[in-house]
């Protein structure tokens, strides 16, 4: 039997030049009106600056830079990360309030042991403390999601009362941990997951291993497309034209390497570089030296979060039966699946999803406060849907909750650059939420 060609379908051909493109190519358009909002956010903001600047330039404003760039994705890693977890949460028909909190008092047990016990005890700098912290962290975290997940599936709390209680405690344990106090400074290796830079190491990988990683995910992207074409083939699917594989390659390459141009294009401070030549011997040339940041750590573990949710969601037993639960629960349960045992591993892995942000927090900040992670469960629940997760449950991608994050992130940034009051960047967040819900309730209507 051989495989269909979607090229074929007689009643493409009456269809208009956008809605054949968006066919053949499989792309979601939710997904593209969020792409094209993100433009729009960076465009608006980048003009707003330019004006405010006194610049005469269209786009000579102080956002779309390099430096501001780079800056923004590190900002969005700590929020991507718990996104992905998020996802997961709400397509099993749940809700999590307390992931802030949980954040929160993560990061100052985190902050804690490194100052006040492992410091004193192995000598600061020692290399196991990042180490010991990031495993305690992670076991500290994935304990405190279990719990939840415990009292939700076992004890039949709704998730609603169960994680507005935890967004309250943990806030609350995150306090009386330090007693108001800021913990600081986190151990010098330990640092670099935030991305900073400790002394004149950088939490970032450079130049040349930046080229190098584009390089390996364009060869990725290109070798997924066509295995996926090849899997379709073999199991007698419909196959994309080969103009849109093409299309979907290519646009896919320039993505990757034109944001990999970016990073690279941020350098170090004059500072870090004349430290630096001094400790390494260096000698700096009188034009200067430019030493590229390249792809940060935080950004690092965030793509490797998103790729390893993403396998987790679409390739696994596990994900295939959090997407059956979140379809209908009843059905999953008569069909055998143990829902309870997976709400449990489901809550516990967004606690450990929370916990790696609060290393990322907390190392970027150099300090831990217990004001730390305060509403970012509003921004994760916000992201999430704008990446087009269904409150109804059974509906999610990673990749789409990660986009939301960088459009949430964008609009914080973005204010913050223009000295928005605190006020109405709380404000702009809440009407954004609101907004996302009603396009997802609009888009299930016009699906069904």
Same mark, same amino acid.
């Given at each position: 039997?051989?495989?269909?060609?979607?090229?074929?379908?007689?009643?493409?051909?009456?269809?208009?030049?956008?809605?054949?493109?968006?066919?053949?190519?499989?792309?979601? +358009?939710?997904?593209?009106?969020?792409?094209?909002?993100?433009?729009?956010?960076?465009?608006?903001?980048?003009?707003?600056?330019?004006?405010?600047?006194?610049?005469?330039?269209?786009?000579?404003?102080?956002?779309?830079?390099?430096?501001?760039?780079?800056?923004?994705?590190?900002?969005?890693?700590?929020?991507?990360?718990?996104?992905?977890?998020?996802?997961?949460?709400?397509?099993?028909?749940?809700?999590?309030?307390?992931?802030?909190?949980?954040?929160?008092?993560?990061?100052? #047990?985190?902050?804690?042991?490194?100052?006040?016990?492992?410091?004193?005890?192995?000598?600061?700098?020692?290399?196991?403390?990042?180490?010991?912290?990031?495993?305690?962290?992670?076991?500290?975290?994935?304990?405190?999601?279990?719990?939840h997940g415990t009292l939700i599936a076992y004890f039949g709390i709704p998730s609603f009362i169960v994680t507005l209680g935890g967004l309250i405690?943990?806030?609350?344990?995150?306090?009386?941990?330090?007693?108001?106090?800021?913990?600081?400074?986190?151990?010098?290796?330990?640092?670099?997951?935030?991305?900073?830079?400790?002394?004149?190491?950088?939490?970032?990988?450079?130049?040349?291993?930046?080229?190098?990683?584009?390089?390996?995910?364009?060869?990725?992207?290109?070798?997924?497309?066509?295995?996926?074409?090849?899997?379709?083939?073999?199991?007698?699917?419909? $196959?994309?034209?080969?103009?849109?594989?093409?299309?979907?390659?290519?646009?896919? #390459?320039?993505?990757?390497?034109?944001?990999?141009?970016i990073v690279n294009s941020y350098y170090w401070p004059k500072g870090v570089v004349d430290r630096w030549a001094q400790a390494t011997g260096v000698?700096?040339?009188?034009?200067?030296?430019?030493?590229?940041?390249?792809?940060?750590?935080?950004?690092?573990?965030?793509?490797?979060?998103?790729?390893?949710?993403?396998?987790?969601?679409?390739?696994?037993?596990?994900?295939?039966?959090?997407?059956?639960?979140?379809?209908? +629960?009843?059905?999953?349960?008569?069909?055998?699946?143990?829902?309870?045992?997976? &709400?449990?591993?489901?809550?516990?892995?967004?606690?450990?999803?929370?916990?790696?942000?609060?290393?990322?927090?907390?190392?970027? $900040?150099?300090?831990?406060?217990?004001?730390?992670?305060?509403?970012?469960?509003?921004?994760?629940?916000?992201?999430?849907?704008?990446?087009?997760?269904?409150?109804?449950?059974?509906?999610? &991608?990673?990749?789409?909750?990660?986009?939301?994050?960088?459009?949430m992130q964008s609009l914080q940034s973005g204010m913050t650059l223009l000295n928005f009051e605190s006020a109405t960047k709380d404000i702009v967040?809440? #009407?954004?939420?609101?907004?996302?819900?009603?396009?997802?309730?609009?888009?299930?209507?016009?699906?069904?």
């Amino acid at each position: 039997m051989a495989a269909v060609d979607n090229t074929q379908n007689p009643a493409m051909a009456q269809e208009g030049a956008l809605t054949r493109f968006m066919r053949a190519t499989e792309i979601d +358009p939710r997904m593209l009106g969020m792409v094209g909002a993100l433009l729009i956010i960076w465009i608006g903001f980048d003009i707003f600056s330019s004006f405010l600047r006194g610049g005469e330039a269209l786009f000579g404003g102080s956002f779309l830079t390099p430096r501001n760039l780079w800056i923004l994705l590190v900002q969005t890693s700590s929020i991507a990360v718990m996104t992905t977890g998020m996802v997961l949460i709400i397509v099993m028909r749940h809700i999590d309030l307390s992931v802030g909190s949980i954040l929160g008092f993560t990061a100052v #047990c985190i902050g804690t042991m490194q100052v006040y016990w492992l410091a004193p005890a192995l000598g600061v700098g020692h290399p196991a403390i990042w180490i010991i912290t990031l495993a305690l962290g992670l076991a500290l975290g994935a304990a405190i999601g279990a719990f939840h997940g415990t009292l939700i599936a076992y004890f039949g709390i709704p998730s609603f009362i169960v994680t507005l209680g935890g967004l309250i405690v943990w806030r609350g344990a995150a306090w009386s941990v330090i007693r108001g106090e800021t913990v600081a400074p986190m151990d010098r290796n330990f640092k670099l997951i935030g991305g900073g830079i400790s002394g004149t190491t950088p939490g970032s990988i450079g130049a040349t291993a930046s080229w190098i990683l584009g390089l390996v995910i364009c060869a990725a992207i290109v070798w997924l497309i066509f295995h996926g074409r090849k899997q379709r083939k073999r199991f007698n699917f419909g $196959l994309r034209p080969m103009w849109a594989e093409y299309f979907l390659a290519i646009a896919g #390459c320039l993505v990757v390497l034109g944001i990999t141009w970016i990073v690279n294009s941020y350098y170090w401070p004059k500072g870090v570089v004349d430290r630096w030549a001094q400790a390494t011997g260096v000698t700096i040339p009188p034009e200067g030296l430019n030493i590229a940041f390249g792809y940060s750590i935080p950004v690092l573990i965030a793509l490797f979060v998103g790729i390893a949710m993403t396998f987790l969601a679409n390739r696994t037993r596990l994900g295939r039966y959090i997407y059956a639960i979140g379809g209908n +629960p009843e059905a999953a349960e008569l069909a055998g699946i143990n829902t309870k045992k997976i &709400t449990v591993i489901v809550f516990a892995l967004m606690g450990m999803l929370a916990a790696i942000s609060a290393s990322i927090s907390s190392a970027r $900040l150099d300090s831990a406060t217990n004001a730390l992670g305060q509403f970012d469960e509003l921004y994760v629940i916000a992201a999430a849907v704008i990446g087009g997760t269904s409150l109804a449950g059974g509906l999610g &991608t990673i990749y789409g909750a990660m986009l939301g994050a960088l459009v949430m992130q964008s609009l914080q940034s973005g204010m913050t650059l223009l000295n928005f009051e605190s006020a109405t960047k709380d404000i702009v967040v809440g #009407c954004v939420l609101v907004f996302a819900v009603w396009i997802d309730q609009v888009y299930r209507r016009r699906v069904k």
